[in-house]
Structures are given as C-alpha cells and as structure tokens.
C-alpha cells in the first residue's frame, strides 16, 4: 500500500444533543425481554433494533396515520446506530422520538433508547414514503407533515 492511498470516510457523527432526554417530543414504553438477551445477559444490539422500530411505528400510530390505512407505505432507507451503554434485564425503557427534517418523500427521524436518564442508544432513521400501487416514492402529504412538524 502507498502513501496516497485514500481512506474511507467516516459517517457524520448524530447530534450529541441526542442523548439528552429533553430534545425528545414523542415518548413510547419498552420493556427488556428475557428473550433480548444476549451471552453476556445484555439487551442485544437486534432487540435494541426493535425497540427503535416500536418508536417509528408509535409516532406514525399517534399521529393517525398508519400504513394500513394509508395509499402509501414507509420504507427504511438508511439507520445509523450509535450503542452508547448497555441494557440489562428487567428494565422498563423509554424510546424518544424527534423529527430532525421533512423532505419532499422523506422523514428523517432521531431517535434514544432510555434506561431511567441514561441513554444507551441513539439512531438516526431516514424513511421514504412509498406509493402502494406504484412502488415509487410519493410526496409527504400535507397532513402527515404538519403533525410531523410538532415533533420537530
């Protein structure tokens, strides 16, 4: 390998204001499950996955639009997970949900995972807006955006 080689850029870091339970507008409950464990007796970095997962679908539950009901679906298009300390178990948690931007077909979403005040884990969730019948993005309709903005 030379000199010149290039390296590979490292992902922009989330907003350190992530940890801090005040920057967060939506809350849903979680509980550890026996069944997120992990050898070391550690909530596992896929159940952790779950639980931000259960804080996208509560926001879009609470603001009345699930996809179910909807022409269009939500797909992931990109995570970013940041584990900042670990989870055991029993824990009640709490997931925080805020919207960082509303694109045209996008919502970009950050989101904590709280054990008590501590954050053990912080994501960042950009997802797209998908027409059912065509499978092509669709514009964030008015609605959804506005009820997205209070989470802002």
Same mark, same amino acid.
């Given at each position: 390998?030379? @000199?010149?080689?290039?390296?590979?850029?490292?992902?922009?870091?989330?907003?350190?204001?992530?940890?801090?339970?005040?920057?967060?507008? #939506?809350?849903?409950?979680?509980?550890?499950?026996?069944? @997120?464990?992990? %050898?070391?007796g550690h909530? /596992? /970095?896929?159940?952790?996955?779950?639980?931000?997962?259960?804080?996208?679908?509560?926001?879009?539950? !609470?603001?009345?639009?699930f996809v179910? @009901?909807?022409?269009?679906? &939500? %797909? &992931?298009?990109?995570?970013?997970?940041? #584990?900042?300390?670990?989870? /055991? #178990?029993?824990?009640?948690?709490? %997931?925080? %949900?805020?919207?960082?931007?509303?694109? /045209?077909?996008?919502?970009?979403?950050?989101?904590?995972? #709280?054990?008590?005040?501590?954050?053990? !884990?912080?994501?960042?969730?950009?997802?797209?807006?998908? @027409?059912?019948?065509?499978?092509?993005?669709?514009?964030?309709?008015?609605?959804?955006?506005?009820?997205?903005? !209070?989470?802002?």
């Amino acid at each position: 390998m030379t @000199d010149t080689a290039q390296t590979a850029t490292a992902p922009t870091a989330i907003d350190p204001a992530a940890t801090d339970p005040a920057a967060y507008r #939506f809350w849903t409950e979680e509980r550890v499950r026996f069944a @997120d464990l992990d %050898v070391q007796g550690h909530a /596992n /970095n896929n159940a952790i996955g779950v639980y931000f997962e259960t804080g996208r679908v509560a926001i879009m539950q !609470a603001l009345g639009r699930f996809v179910s @009901d909807t022409p269009w679906t &939500v %797909v &992931v298009a990109r995570l970013v997970v940041d #584990f900042r300390a670990q989870i /055991n #178990f029993p824990a009640d948690i709490r %997931v925080g %949900v805020r919207i960082l931007r509303v694109g /045209n077909t996008s919502v970009t979403m950050g989101l904590a995972v #709280f054990d008590g005040d501590r954050c053990a !884990a912080t994501q960042e969730a950009v997802m797209v807006l998908v @027409d059912k019948a065509t499978g092509r993005p669709t514009p964030v309709p008015e609605g959804l955006r506005a009820g997205l903005a !209070a989470f802002a």
